[in-house]
């Protein structure tokens, strides 16, 4: 799959769209990177292993203003009730595995049931149930003598699930992230589906906790991005 170059410098007047966005996956698959990378575009290594984080970051995708609330699961100990009640919160969902760890590629057909099972709605227009959107990622094709997961398997799932399928290395590359969340953002405006969701902050100190050499300013550039989050159980929608 092709990588588009999403961003541009010429900003729509019109009102900021909302995206709620999940990601899920296993434990150490890079969700975090992947997350942090999109905002920051900063490859940062080492994180502690994730409780769960929502962030907040204004892009500009295709001259339109978008707010995304991205949030980022954790990949340990997440029970099913607390999964559901996070994909019940989102609109569109980034189901991530790591190409060298084979467990993590067999969870997202799973995961892919769930989101449908728990998302599935009528066409608005009628007919055919449509799906929410929904991308899969294959992150750290960088690790090659480490793989366990080929290219054409993901592929060949992609094809089974009918889900649109990137191939990613969160460390080399900072145009592959912006694909995958600019891919969900198409696809809900496609389906002309946005929260009207937004936070109430109580807190910008725990990204400074987790990244602690991370300035907010840092992630600021032109085209207006910004970067805050909260937890999910400080979510309060307005
Ligand atoms: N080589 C390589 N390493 C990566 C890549 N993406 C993430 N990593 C590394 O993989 C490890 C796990 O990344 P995280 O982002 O913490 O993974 P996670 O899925 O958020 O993990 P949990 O918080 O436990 O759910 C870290 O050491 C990252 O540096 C990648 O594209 N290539």
Known sequence: MSFPRPLRRSVSLSPARTLRLVVLGQSAVGKTALTVRFITRRFIGDYDPTLEMIYRHVAV???????????DTAGQEEDSLQIEEKIKWGDGFAVVYSVTDRCSFDEVMRLCFLINHLHASPKRSGGAAE?????????????????????????????????PFYEISTRDSYE???AVFSSLYQELLRQGHFSPGSFKRRTVSKLMEKI???????????????LSFNSFRDYIPE
Do not use: C, W, Y
Not at 138 to 145: E, R
Not at 213 to 226: F, I, P
């Open 61 to 71: 995708i295709d001259g339109e203003m978008v707010h995304f609330e991205i949030l």
């Open 212 to 226: 602690p050499k991370m300035q907010a300013s840092s992630s600021l550039n032109s085209a207006g991005r910004s």
């Open 176 to 178: 592959e992230p912006v």
């Open 131 to 163: 799906q929410p959107p929904v991308v899969i990622v294959g992150n750290k094709k960088d690790l090659q003598f480490d793989r366990m997961v080929s290219t054409e398997d993901g592929e060949n799932l992609s094809k089974a699930l009918k889900i």
